[in-house]
């Protein structure tokens, strides 16, 4: 979901950071984004909205 003018974004919460990021690409994945930030998806519990989630899950618009 795009809103004309509005740019894409979620926002990352992880240890002590709190942060709007924006996504680079439409079908970008929490493994997309663990891979950024060098984590390893064999030590990080992923939670997309408040539930967990498994990698392989596209990030949305507003996630948390």
Same mark, same amino acid.
């Given at each position: 979901?795009?809103?004309?003018?509005?740019?894409?974004?979620?926002?990352?919460?992880?240890?002590?950071?709190?942060?709007?990021?924006?996504?680079? *690409? +439409?079908?970008?994945?929490?493994?997309?984004?663990?891979?950024?930030?060098?984590? *390893?998806?064999?030590?990080?519990?992923?939670?997309?909205?408040? +539930?967990? *989630?498994?990698?392989?899950?596209?990030?949305?618009?507003?996630?948390?």
């Amino acid at each position: 979901m795009h809103i004309k003018g509005e740019l894409m974004s979620f926002i990352l919460k992880f240890k002590d950071i709190e942060e709007k990021r924006e996504l680079t *690409s +439409e079908n970008y994945t929490i493994r997309d984004l663990l891979k950024d930030l060098n984590l *390893s998806t064999q030590t990080i519990v992923a939670k997309q909205n408040g +539930e967990l *989630s498994i990698e392989d899950n596209i990030l949305n618009y507003h996630d948390l």
